[in-house]
Each structure stands twice: as structure tokens, then as C-alpha cells.
């Protein structure tokens, strides 16, 4: 506070100063401390004596922003003149330490809700232990009721683990006393990691239970050591086990799970604390365009990665659900190539990469999968721009080989990087799910450890291979060959990509009626649609959105945008509804679900309750604003 102190040392008179001071407080505390500590604000509270109060507020300095404090005491000097003492201090470094406290508890608290939902997939609970005080918390599941039950019964870890141990059988309590005591977490000390699983014939009713066990080590945001125990019933699965390697490998399948969960932990704290973080800063900062922009770029990365996360999450289930099925459309391979490359190109040059192409087929047109078979070689190209250093190489080469399969071309496309590469022991592992060979903490680069089991099971999908190649600090290759279906009597038109062209000419005066329960996406859609010079109109679920259409003139909404699940009226219901209007101009009005249910499935229901096209959520502006042009010339 040097600075202003000079400001009260330059003049004896308060007003002056008051007036030189006010200038550096920020405009959201400018109203504050002028209502507290203006002369005019004091002499309204002459007569009082004693602490009136103190008030926190923010400046901006050269330095950037700072944060004082001023405590008032009113009372008279020796004539009996009412006086002020104003004692001010700076406390910027305190009000960034709590500023950084409440972020990380609000990431912490994201990133818990995230992973309750990863649990209810996969465990019956996830328990974390503070080691040092010896109580836990718990994250619930599915399944195990009873053993839920008991934990939520005491939080002292040792009441829940003795009651373990009294239900395990006999045979199996020094396993459960060297993997879970809490004895043996206190001697633990610097180890941190994967700490073993165990499964174990429980008693707790007359039925004997198998529960499976996962225990891994590491620390809390104030550095003290924390156990993560995840458990689930296996009884079901331990029956049917033939074998003892089947049984084997459904353990080691488990135990990647588990160590998958344990890492997601620090996986979504990261982009947790950065969204939530940049965006106090970019509030802060809204006067500093430049920096303004580069808050935004690291908000929309963050962003970008924690969609990426859940979406393989869920991409993985539904395949291992048995629910993914081959959409195959005419496809061009030159087009696809060079949209390829066109979306990588520009982030290759941009990390200092050089990349490359070829592209040499017979059959430029065949049959195929395009959206699948575009998330095979998004998840390889974003694995070599990821662990491709600056200066490196990226090479993209097509060709068709001969095929033995009448009526069928085969392509094989090689990706080469000259990456950190992977070692040999871990290659044998590298398509299953929920391994990584180094931890994002370690690799510096984030990921599920799902990318490549996804690519290999859509491969498999495909009834294609895919062969990889890999060393240590040289790089790696990954080779998939594909057999596609040749099309016949294509039109080269088709060839030409404009599925994003459109003339924003035509959504001027246009009239939406967007039917939106959640606000803040209410917001984003509304502002995004008339930027683009629609009129838009909100209804808050779907029996006003069905309301509003009876009552409007028909003609007066030109499409309605539909979300799915929404109060008092979903989606599905409000679209069958408005196809049953007696006044057919209403009733044939183009319907577009705006979604976050973004299946197949999905899209079928839509489609099935009369809806007109399916759009998913997050929004991309180009595909909304390519799809409305569409259905608005069609």
C-alpha cells in the first residue's frame, strides 16, 4: 500500500486524498467504499461512537489488482470534535490464498460429482481415507446395500474395517489385514500408487458374497496421505469363472479399472480448477482484451478435454453394452483424407510439427461408417500430435492393397510419429481399457487411457486390423487395414465437401421457438441464434412450447429448436403433440431436437417422434448454423 500511503502523506486534507485514493477502486466496490468511507458517509454517522465495521475491496494498481482492507472507529478527541481512525493494510496475498481455496473445494467438489457418476458405473462405492485422522468419505454406487449401510453408519475407518475383517472368511484375513489395516497405511510414507486387489469370501448374511477389494495411495490438496478403497460385488463373476486364468484376468481387467478411477481423480481436478479458475480471471480482467482472449483459449482447451474424457467414458460403455451398430453411407477416401489433414494441419504447425500425406487408391468411393471410422484416426493423429514433441515428424499415408473379396477395396493407412514412443512391455497392453503407460502427472499429457481400446474395438467392428509399432524415445507406427464395399455409379458431385456452407443472409427474420428448460443453455442458444439474425422465442418446457404454438398464427414460427428431457413435458412428447394440431401448417412445422442425448439411439427416437433432425450437445455454432440452413431451403 506504498503507494497510497504517499497519497495521504502529499495533503492534511482528507477530502483531497479521499478523491486520489477512489480512483484506483475498482467500479464493482466503487459505490461501497464511497457509502462507507466518504467524509460525507462519516459525518452521517457523527454522534456514534466505537467500531462501526470494515470493508474489503479491490484496486487496480500498476502492479494489477490488489486487496485492501479498512476498519472504522468513530469517537472525539480532547475538544469533544467528533473523530474517524482508519486503519487500512493490504491483504492481497490473504484473499488469493482463500480466492485459491474456494476454487480448488468448487473443482474438488466438480470433480467428485464426475466421479460418482464414474462410480455408480462401475463400483459399489469409493471410499477415501485420511490416514492421519483415521475417518473416510464415501462416494456410493451400485449394489452391496448392506455393506453401504454399515459404512454410513460410523466415519472412523477402523469401526468399518474390523467389521470387515469379523465377516471375511477365516482363510482370508491376513490378506485382508496386509491389504487394508490402517496400521500398515501409517508405513507407507512416500509410496503412493496402486497398492493391490484382493477378492473376499464375505459372510455378512447366510449367502456367501465375493467382494472384490482395490486399494491405491496418494495424497490430498494439503499434502496428507489418502487411501482410495473401491469395491463392488463379484459374486456373479467369480461363479462363472472356469479357470483359474480366467479368474486372472477378470482381476487384472478390475484392477485397470480401478487404477483408471484413481488417475481420473487428477485427470478431472485438472481442467476442473482451470475452468473455474480462468474464469474468475477473465472476469477480472474483461478491460484486457489480449488477455481477456488467452483466458478463453485456455478455458475453451480445458473444456475441450474434459468433454473428451466423459465422452470416452460413455463411448466405451456403449460399446461394451453391445448397443454400437455399423451406419454405413457413401463415402470418398481423397475427401475424407484432406478434411484430415485440413483439422490437424494447423495444430501440427502450431506445436512446430511437421506433417505429412499421401493418398493413392484405386476406389476413391465405397461403402462405410464415416463417423466411426473418423473417431479411429481422431483418437490416432491426437495421440501422435500429443506425444510428438516440437521439431518432430507426423506422417498420414493412404493406400489400397489388393483385395481377395469381390465387390470390396481394402485400405490400409499408416500413421507414423517419431514421439516419445512406447516401451515393449507395455505395448502388449495398449488396447485395454483404462491403461495408460504413464500417468498424466508423469507424461505431462492428459488422457483416459480409452482412446485406443475405443479405435480397436470400432476396428474390430469394421472387420479390420490394426497392427502397432513402438520403441522407447524413436516413435511410433500403427498400421490399420480396412476392407470397404466399392460403390457404384457415384456421383463425383458428391465428392465436394459443403456440408458447413451456408448464407447467413437466409436466418434473417426467421422466428425460432426454443424449447429449453436450463437457462444458462436457454442463454448460450439465444444469443448464438440471433448473432446470427434469427428472432428467437423461449419456452421453459414442453407444455409451453405446445401452448405457444396453439396460439400463434401458423406461419408465425418458421422451426422450433426441442431439448429432450425437460419438466412437465419432455421433448418427445411436446413434437408428437404439435404433429396431432388439426391446422396441418402447424402440425408440419420442421422440428430440430438440440440435445445432449446424442446416441444412435437417441436419434432414432427423435426421428421416431416425428422430429425433422437431431442436433447434440455442446453446440457447435457451424453444424447448428449448417443444419438450420438446410432444413430452412428444404
Known amino acids: 500500500m506504498k503507494d497510497f500511503v504517499k497519497i495521504f502523506e502529499s495533503t492534511d486534507d482528507y477530502e483531497t486524498a479521499y478523491q486520489q485514493k477512489i480512483c484506483y477502486v475498482t467500479p464493482d466496490y466503487f459505490e461501497a467504499f464511497e457509502n462507507f468511507s466518504s467524509l460525507s458517509a462519516l459525518r452521517a454517522r457523527e454522534g456514534e461512537t466505537g467500531y462501526i465495521g470494515n470493508l474489503e ?23 469533544g470534535d467528533p473523530i474517524a481512525n482508519i ?94 489395516a490402517l496400521e500398515n497405511f501409517r508405513d507407507l510414507k512416500d509410496k503412493s500408487g496402486y497398492l493391490g486387489t484382493e477378492e473376499f469370501p464375505m459372510h455378512y448374511t447366510e449367502k456367501l458374497e465375493w467382494h472384490e477389494i482395490n486399494v491405491f495411495a496418494g495424497y490430498d490438496e494439503n499434502g496428507e496421505t489418502i487411501i482410495n478403497i473401491l469395491g463392488r460385488d463379484v459374486t456373479e463373476a467369480h461363479d462363472k469363472a472356469d479357470t483359474k486364468a480366467q479368474l486372472e484376468i477378470a482381476n487384472a481387467s478390475s484392477a485397470a479399472k480401478s487404477a483408471f478411477l484413481f488417475n481420473m481423480s487428477h485427470d478431472i481436478r485438472t481442467p476442473m480448477n482451470a475452468i473455474i479458475g480462468f474464469t474468475e ?21 480445458s ?16 460399446i461394451e453394452s453391445g448397443k454400437t451398430t455399423l451406419d454405413e453411407s457413401c463415402w470418398n477416401a481423397y475427401t475424407f483424407n484432406d478434411s484430415l489433414f485440413s483439422l490437424f494441419d494447423s495444430q ?103 482412446g485406443m481400446p475405443i ?23 500403427i498400421t490399420v487395414t480396412l476392407p470397404h464395399r466399392i460403390a457404384i455409379n457415384r456421383d463425383p458431385a458428391q ?19 426454443l424449447a429449453e428448460d436450463n437457462e444458462l443453455n436457454a442463454e448460450i442458444a439465444i444469443t448464438i441464434l440471433e448473432e446470427a439474425g434469427f428472432l428467437v422465442e423461449h419456452a421453459a418446457d414442453g407444455v409451453i412450447c405446445v401452448d405457444m404454438m396453439e396460439k400463434a398464427d401458423a406461419g408465425y414460427y418458421d422451426l422450433i429448436l426441442m431439448d429432450i428431457q425437460m419438466p412437465n413435458m419432455d421433448g418427445y412428447k411436446a413434437t408428437k403433440t404439435i404433429r396431432q394440431f388439426s391446422d396441418k401448417k402447424k402440425a408440419d412445422i420442421a422440428i430440430v431436437a438440440m440435445t445432449a442425448n446424442a446416441f444412435e439411439e437417441d436419434k432414432k427416437d427423435a426421428y421416431q417422434a416425428g422430429m425433422n433432425w437431431h442436433i447434440a450437445k455442446p453446440i457447435i455454432v457451424e453444424e447448428l448454423m449448417s443444419a438450420l440452413a438446410e432444413i430452412l431451403h428444404e
Open 87 to 180: 486503519l487500512g493494510r493490504d491483504i492481497t496475498e490473504a484473499h488469493e490464498q482463500q480466492e485459491r481455496k474456494e476454487r480448488e473445494l468448487r473443482a474438488s467438489a466438480a470433480r467428485d460429482q464426475l466421479l460418482s457418476g464414474v462410480t455408480k458405473m462401475l463400483y459399489s462405492y469409493n471410499m477415501t481415507v485420511n490416514v492421519k485422522t483415521g475417518t473416510y468419505t464415501l462416494i456410493t454406487g451400485t449394489g452391496l446395500d448392506d455393506t453401504v449401510a454399515r459404512m454410513e453408519a460410523t466415519d472412523r475407518y477402523d469401526d468399518i474395517y474390523q467389521n470387515f475383517l469379523k465377516a471375511v472368511d477365516p482363510e482370508y484375513r491376513q490378506r485382508g489385514e496386509e491389504l487394508m
Open 495 to 513: 465428392n465436394i465437401e459443403n456440408s458447413h456452407a451456408y448464407d447467413a443472409e437466409c436466418f434473417k427474420g426467421k422466428r425460432i421457438l
Open 348 to 450: 501440427m504447425q502450431e506445436k512446430g510439427i511437421r506433417f505429412t500425406r499421401s493418398s493413392q487408391v484405386e476406389h476413391a468411393d465405397v461403402i462405410c461408417d464415416e463417423t466411426k471410422l473418423r473417431e479411429v484416426f481422431l483418437n490416432i493423429l491426437s495421440n501422435a500430435l500429443k506425444y510428438t514433441p516440437a521439431g518432430g515428424t507426423v506422417s498420414m499415408r493412404l493406400t489400397e492393397i489388393p483385395s481377395d473379396r469381390p465387390g470390396y477395396a481394402v485400405y490400409q493407412t499408416v500413421i507414423e510419429d517419431n514421439g516419445i514412443g512406447m516401451s515393449e512391455e507395455f505395448l502388449p497392453h495398449l488396447f485395454e481399457e483404462f491403461t495408460r503407460e504413464r500417468s498424466s502427472t508423469e507424461s505431462r499429457v492428459g488422457g483416459t487411457g480409452l
Open 281 to 301: 480471471l477473465l472476469e477480472k480482467h474483461l478491460d484486457d482484451q489480449e488477455l481477456s482472449r488467452s483466458y478463453i483459449k485456455k478455458i475453451q482447451t
Open 455 to 477: 479405435v480397436k474395438k470400432l476396428v474390430d467392428l469394421m472387420q479390420g486390423t490394426i497392427e502397432v509399432e513402438s520403441e522407447i524415445g524413436r516413435g511410433t507406427k
Open 57 to 79: 475491496y479491490s484496486v487496480k494498481t500498476d502492479k494489477g489488482i490488489e486487496w485492501h482492507e479498512i476498519n472504522i472507529f468513530l469517537g472525539t478527541d480532547e475538544n
Open 303 to 318: 473444456n475441450d478435454f474434459l468433454l473428451s474424457l466423459i465422452n470416452n467414458v460413455l463411448e466405451m460403455a456403449r
